[in-house]
């Protein structure tokens, strides 16, 4: 049984160049959305609200039936967030990483965290994250992100510096998340038609209509 996992009530949020108006849509565990717009339409604004990192105008936020109040580290267990750009400090180690993450992330679970690194063919535990490449860097957050199995993934960009294989990867492993863990995946991009050509679990009209569960959102 599918449950509302989250909900955005008449939110709105006015910039410059755009404005979110009156955005209402609930979202269920175990389905994958696409948030489908040109750049500048307002897609990582929308999640930057979505995980508290800003705040709308007017309107509110439903996690799991309940609004937030403050800065609530409950939510912060249940719901990982892969930004465009990686901001990991360039000093430290995939290793120290995964042990911060596990001090942090009561789920985390560590032999997961090395066998996605072994995947991504990450080979060096211990080299700094300054001395990789800003598509390791990334591997390296999916990687950790994802091994606390996490109630809710929001991914913004996910494809960016990925080469195909990697893209290919991360998606079959998000998309067992989503069925096993009942899993609710919200992805941005500005060229969903990319995401969909380098991977076959998606499908090119936006449903999966043997399973069911990926849905086109918010176009402007």
Not at 115 to 126: A, T
Not at 131 to 160: T, W
Request: glycine content about 6%.
């Amino acid at each position: 049984m599918l449950n509302t996992y989250l909900e955005l009530k008449n939110i709105n949020k006015t910039y410059r160049s755009f404005a979110l108006k009156d955005i209402e849509i609930s979202f269920k565990g175990g389905r994958w959305y696409y948030l489908d717009g040109e750049n500048g339409a307002g897609k990582t604004t929308l999640l930057n609200i979505i995980v508290n990192f800003i705040f709308p105008d007017s309107g509110e936020i439903l996690y799991f039936g309940k609004q937030l109040k403050g800065n609530e580290n409950w939510i912060k267990n249940r719901m990982a967030f892969i930004p465009n750009y990686v901001g990991l400090p360039s000093h430290v180690t995939p290793r120290f990483l995964s042990k911060m993450y596990k001090d942090m992330y009561k789920r985390f679970d560590m032999k997961s965290f090395e066998k996605y690194i072994h995947e991504f063919n990450i080979d060096n535990m211990d080299q700094k994250l300054g001395q990789m490449s800003d598509g390791m860097k990334k591997k390296v957050l999916i990687a950790l992100e994802m091994s606390y199995f996490p109630d809710i993934i929001i991914a913004d960009e996910i494809c960016n510096n990925l080469d195909e294989e990697s893209i290919y990867y991360c998606f079959e492993q998000i998309d067992k998340l989503c069925k096993e863990n009942n899993t609710l995946v919200i992805i941005s991009s500005h060229n969903n038609q990319e995401i969909m050509k380098k991977n076959p679990i998606v499908p090119k009209n936006g449903i999966i209509r043997e399973r069911g569960h990926h849905e086109f959102i918010y176009r402007r």
